[in-house]
């Protein structure tokens, strides 16, 4: 199986930093795509960034020029770097990903627990 494991979740003031890392373990042949999601209080979840197993990126309207997705394929980990927080990004945020297992002949697409952001003067 596939555990990703998400971290650097916290409490920020508007303007300030967070960088945000998943993880992906497990017995993995292969990783497609990754993404971030986020899903604030009483709203459906929303796609944030996407990156290709490439580095291709695309970002939600919202976040671009302020979050930076990145990917270490060695590590089989993603950052997002997400700059200039603003109220609006509290949310728990979600990383997923393409997975192909060693035992398998096709993908699969896996999810973490989530990590809270919060954003608050």
């Known amino acids: 199986q596939v555990q990703l494991v998400e971290s650097g979740g916290g409490l920020v003031q508007p303007g300030e930093s967070l960088r945000l890392s998943c993880a992906a373990s497990g017995s993995i042949f292969s990783i497609g795509f990754m993404g971030w999601y986020r899903q604030a209080p009483g709203k459906e979840r929303e796609l944030v960034a996407m990156i290709t197993s490439d580095g291709n990126t695309n970002y939600a309207d919202s976040v671009k020029g302020r979050f930076t997705f990145s990917r270490d394929n060695a590590k089989n980990t993603t950052y997002l770097q997400m700059t200039s927080l603003k109220l609006e990004d509290t949310a728990v945020y979600y990383c997923?990903?393409?997975?192909?297992?060693?035992?398998?002949?096709?993908?699969?697409?896996?999810w973490g627990q989530g990590t809270q952001v919060t954003v608050s003067s």
């Open positions: 997923n990903a393409q997975v192909r297992l060693l035992t398998a002949r096709r993908s699969n697409i896996y």
